[in-house]
């Protein structure tokens, strides 16, 4: 029973990583740079989430609602003021200007809501399911947090072979400059993946904290480095691959903590990812690129 | 010509080198002068913000209440000037020379463990007498001679807490959830595990986690749950506590928690569910709710300027303070002393046999040559959202 309580456990933190990866995997398929800010997006969204429920009083939706929103426009201003300008450069200058919008916007949320660590309110206010005589318990959050994970990833895939925007998001990551030559808006392109990216990081957020409720202006950075390593784990720029990867890493770390060592879990959990690399380059779902020369 | 310009450059350099020597000689001068005229200047570092904040700022609160009621009184003038460290040694090394810039006289060393550490080598360095409220490991003060502890030692916190759950029989099987990364939970815990074995007690389970993984602890509570554990021991700080309450409840689980001075603060955790903490046991020398004399005038005083109750690290630098205060009476110190000067004197008067201190945390206080505090712990649990002694 401890087993599948376990089990329901991984799969549960595996989704939250999985909806986090999905937007670093999303963006990197199709910018071709890894956004290290994703993470404290993620906690933006959460501390809007938190503010809009504990001092406005809305709803648990409306606040959702609300912290994509902010989320959505604080992501293309991210994309516009700090990446555009640098399309042309070199990736390693893009990855910098990534790590320094991380610090910026953790030293904001430092500004405006303080460092003494918030209690979130669970937004999922529904009661645990007992089963076997109280033996296995699953929380309404796991719950939750697992069917957004599945509906995202459906939505995701749908909008991507299916809608006019999603083929020309397949196009730009394929060939930019064949995609702009088709008569694609690349830049517009990428405001949309950065939107849709940064919606589901609010989303990510307030499951996060619903589950994990401690929220502070470091919240998003550990499991934005995890969800980071679930996108590569998978594949990164694969959408099934970084929900695989997600998932995976939640069970291995539940895992690891439970039946070999609490002090060992993340060195196990990036022990698997280098075995994964050195076997599979490109990850468990990642195809493979050749480099034309 | 050239030479002439190179010739008044020269001058004019000298000269102001030397309007800024004087100028600097002069400035120096006047601090002093202005010390002696004033009062002893005592530095505190604590973390105002950060993860730990509650207990930087209920020592800097209580440290000024302290203050305030000596320097009325009259006889001897203290003045307080806190920095933050956020809870980082670098940082808090920082405010150290921060605060030697001012003119610190005595200082009130650091409020968490870790920058502890790191401050009391310059301490031990500079020669400057430091009284720590609450960093308990005993690395601050090994091997330093100035560096004195108002809390409990980390080894004396996890005996202490060992003791009262055998004597009190508060668990048949016990498990333990400490942080590895911490050197303040790790020395607990080490001294409560060798402290249980000798008494007998029965732990079952003993599971860790890191400051990288103080968020999901379902997996250390499914295998304590499972280990049928009625009491889980939590030497940690009350951030990961508040997760730890938060998740065994989710999952239905409802051991006795024992936690000890780093449980404190979890009640005035913003928007925290204090239901959770019912129940929830922890030692700590300082209970708000004690009748006698002084902890009601402290309680009432402090609720009046900040709005809450006191907790234990409020009564820790309220204490330090005050017993500075003792020791400068005794040993006739004076502001325009040095501060080596008053380190010398102070050690002296601290470890004398006959310095002994009756504050909020504890009667009849008395310090080691170490800079061990000996005092008694008290047993506190959460009722109603509030502390409540157990005896």
Sequence with gaps: ?293 | MRKFTKLTCLVLAVAVLAVCLVGCGNQAGTSSSAGSADAIKIGGIGPITGAAAIYGQAVRNGAQIAVDEINAKGDVKFELRFEDDENDAEKAVNAYNTLKDWGMQVSLGTVTTQPCVAVSSEVDADGIFALTPSASSTDVIEGKDNMFQMCFTDPNQGVASAKYISSQNLGDKIAVIYNNSDAYSTGIYQKFQSEADKLGLNIVCVKTFTDDSANDFTAQLNEIKAADADLVFLPIYYTPASLILAQADKMQYTPKFFGVDGMDGILTLENFDVSLAEGVMLLTPFTADATDESTKKFVETYKSKHNEVPNQFAADGYDCVMAIYEACKKQGITADMKADEIGTKLVECFTSEDFKIDGLTGLGMTWEKTGEVSKEPKGMVINNGAYVGMD
Aim: hydrophobic share 55%.
């Design chain 1, 1 to 293: 029973m401890t087993f599948l309580s376990n089990l329901i456990n991984g799969i549960s933190l595996g989704s939250v990583y999985a909806i986090i990866a999905l937007g670093y995997t999303m963006v990197y398929g199709i910018a071709k740079m890894l956004n290290f800010a994703h993470g404290d997006v993620i906690m933006v969204g959460a501390y809007i989430s938190f503010c809009a429920t504990t001092y406005l009083n809305l709803p648990p939706v409306v606040s959702v609602v609300l912290a994509m929103i902010v989320c959505t426009v604080l992501g293309v201003l991210i994309e516009g003021l700090a990446y555009k300008p640098l399309r042309k450069a070199t990736s390693l200058a893009v990855l910098i200007t990534a790590i320094g919008v991380s610090y910026f916007l953790q030293n904001v949320a430092l500004l405006i809501w303080g460092s003494n660590p918030k209690t979130f309110s669970s937004i999922i206010r529904l009661g645990s399911v007992s089963l076997f005589d109280n033996k296995l318990i699953i929380t309404a959050e796991s719950i939750v947090t697992v069917l957004a994970c599945i509906v995202i990833m459906i939505a995701l895939t749908m909008f991507t072979k299916k809608s006019k925007m999603g083929k020309a998001m397949r196009a730009v990551s394929e060939d930019k400059d064949a995609a702009e030559l088709m008569g694609i808006n690349v830049n517009v392109t990428i405001s949309v993946t950065f939107a849709i990216g940064s919606a589901l990081a609010a989303i990510a957020g307030v499951l996060l904290c619903s589950a994990y409720p401690v929220l502070q202006p470091t919240t998003g950075s550990m499991p934005g480095i995890k969800a980071f390593t679930a996108a590569v784990f998978g594949g990164i720029g694969s959408i099934p691959g970084a929900m695989l990867g997600g998932i995976l890493l939640g069970i291995i770390e539940i895992f690891s903590k439970s039946y070999i060592s609490t002090q060992l879990a993340d060195a196990i959990v990036f022990a698997v990812l280098i075995i994964v690399l050195l076997v599979k380059p490109t990850g468990i779902l990642g195809k493979k690129i050749t480099e034309k020369v």
